[in-house]
């Protein structure tokens, strides 16, 4: 009995080295290669967490087979691909298969890759840093680490896909003459077209015109305090963030600068009790 614990020892260690040999033999490979950067960390993601689980299944079947909980004689039938699915799949709840093939098809379509920025089912936020079989791995803003499981997923928004859209509305009061707005909007889109040409993409493929406009007045109906102002600009989808923090500090600094108010509640209601106003 010994033996054999001190045999399975040596084959998990022996396995966890391997492991390690093979994680370090891929990430050595992804540097000798011209692939994308995000696409070389998805495809090692993706490869480390298979090797993870098929040496995970032969260390299994080897101790198995050292405390003879496993026929000797079946072994090699074991061993092979077929057979290890059906261990998988006998062992396992249905929903792993589940993880399994939705992961597949998350990375065969390419929907995200490791190191975009992703809202998956409108619930769960984060930059991707791992892609594995059964689940992918989210660091939040907070650098929370946030765990996925593939089949669970029925919605990816990615963030960074090439290029984004940069929306701002802005509410400006009635009083405000309107193309003195539009004017100091313009402004803002000369700034960010100038001074932050690196973020912008042009509209469409060949066109000269510039990222950054104003789109126009939005509304003037449902916001008593106000009308909305909105700007839009096509950015790097990396650069999205980014964008639309400067944009809105742009506006706040050329209105002050054109003495243009933005619109906020001017009035306040206050509520009492009944008994409070008999005390009164």
């Not at 039938?77 to 792993?96: D, E, K, N, R, Y």
């Not at 936020?125 to 992918?136: A, D, H």
């Not at 791995?137 to 919605?155: A, E, K, M, Q």
């Amino acid at each position: 009995m010994i033996a054999k614990i001190i045999k399975s020892i040596l084959i998990f260690v022996c396995s966890y080295i391997a492991l390690k040999t093979i994680h370090y033999l891929l990430k050595k490979l992804f540097k000798i290669t011209k692939f994308d950067e995000r696409y070389e960390n998805t495809l090692c993601s993706v490869l480390s967490s298979i090797t993870y689980y098929i040496i995970f299944v032969l260390s299994l079947i080897l101790v198995l087979r050292e405390f003879e909980i496993i026929d000797a004689t079946k072994f090699g039938t074991l061993v092979t691909g077929a057979s290890i699915v059906g261990l998988i799949a006998g062992v396992a709840a249905q929903s792993i298969l589940k993880d399994i093939f939705n992961g597949f098809f998350i990375l065969f379509e390419k929907q995200l890759q490791v190191g975009d920025f992703v809202v998956i089912n409108e619930e769960f936020r984060g930059t991707v840093e791992e892609i594995g079989l059964r689940s992918l791995g989210l660091r939040d803003w907070d650098l929370r680490r946030i765990t996925v499981s593939n089949g669970s997923i029925t919605s990816i928004r990615n963030y960074s896909k090439n290029k984004m859209r940069v929306v701002v509305h802005v509410r400006v009061c009635y009083e405000e003459d309107p193309m003195k707005v539009m004017n100091s909007l313009e402004e803002v889109c000369d700034i960010m077209n100038e001074k932050y040409k690196d973020y912008t993409i042009s509209p469409s493929s060949g066109d000269k015109k510039k990222s950054f406009k104003v789109y126009g007045v939005t509304d003037i109906e449902d916001n008593p305090v106000g009308a909305k102002y909105t700007m839009t600009g096509v950015v790097q989808s990396y650069k999205y963030f980014s964008a639309l923090r400067e944009t809105k500090l742009q506006i706040l600094l050329v209105f002050k600068k054109n003495d243009v108010h933005i619109a906020y509640p001017t009035h306040i209601n206050i509520l009492h009790h009944e008994k409070n106003i008999e005390e009164l």
